[in-house]
């Protein structure tokens, strides 16, 4: 059988979010299942020494308009949300508790509620009670609470972010086919192309 | 009749050399002629703050492979050279001088042997006897060094930097397609369907 796709995202990255409209048609078209790995870009940022697209401001105009034409492209609905960017720390314990709770289905369906809450709605997914108030749709949000300030949620956290240093992951979305680094949502044809081909 | 697509880029850039490598299907599926601009992205950097990526480990890392599979995936010879990247203000110079005495299809040819000559052979572009090599190819090399270090081209070189920054251009390749701007060899097939869909 084929070996899963990594799928590595930032909930706050709108490229990040335009990637995960797509998973589903990447699924399809790759004939591959996709495995979420939402991190903190920031943490990877600190260590490289790169910035936000929104220190660069030449890249940062681009970039607004870029995001905007690229969901128009794909006929995705998107907002560039204010405040932005966020450190979506608790978004990802959500996600990963989730998944440990009740596995990559749930927590999948999650991912897709924090983004659209974020990327759609406008809502601050960097505050906790908005996390809380999303996860706990169908649960008793005390078990969120708790979940999202787990000792091993943190660590978790901590962990993805030192693997994707040490395996070379910086960006949002970044695809690993068959140990292949793939970044950025234009590059998604690619990933489909390379778990189709084997490579070129 | 339709506006022609501009194309800006670096002679130091690898991603720039791909986009050139595809100009004339750029133009034969866009149906529009490419306007060659040639400017130095590093001075844009000074302005900006940017840096190149070779300054960003991860970010080069995954570059080198991204480059090399790119052209792959594009039949397009390219070895990485060293030094890279270099300042390549005599090339730049070199082709405005050919644009200005012997038109546009003598000086885009020059651009394709001066890519050539860095992506593929490895010669060091950034040295003035390189570029005169390259350009006196049945001319006379005492116009080319002439040319080289006339007033009006340094002014050239600056007017374009200047002009990249007030309108926002910063990257390489980076094509304007009727006041659109994209940046990135990987949005070449976004440039076609924009120029002839009119836009989405």
């Not at 799928?7 to 699924?27: M, N, T, V």
């Not at 660590?155 to 994707?164: D, M, P, S």
């Amino acid at each position: 059988m084929s070996e899963p796709i990594e799928f590595f995202f930032d909930f706050s990255s709108p490229y990040g979010y335009l990637a995960q409209c797509a998973s589903k048609r990447i699924e399809d078209e790759s004939g591959r299942a996709l495995v979420f790995r939402p991190y903190l870009m920031g943490a990877v940022f600190k260590e490289t020494g790169r910035a936000p697209l929104k220190n660069h401001p030449l890249v940062w105009d681009y970039a607004q308009n870029d995001v905007a034409r690229s969901a128009r492209r794909s006929g995705v609905p998107i907002n560039l949300p204010d405040p932005f960017p966020v450190i979506t720390a608790g978004a990802c314990r959500a996600f990963y508790y989730i998944q440990n709770t009740e596995g990559d289905t749930p927590a999948r369906e999650l991912a897709r509620q924090l983004y659209e809450a974020y990327f759609v709605d406008g809502k601050n997914i960097s505050k906790s009670d908005v996390v809380i108030d999303i996860a706990s749709k169908g649960r008793d949000s005390q078990l969120i609470q708790a979940g999202l300030t787990d000792e091993s949620m943190k660590l978790k956290l901590r962990e993805i972010t030192a693997e994707a240093i040490s395996r070379g992951i910086f960006g949002s979305p970044f695809f690993i086919v068959d140990g292949e680094p793939f970044w950025g949502h234009d590059r998604i044809d690619e990933v489909i192309d390379w778990a189709n081909s084997g490579g070129w």
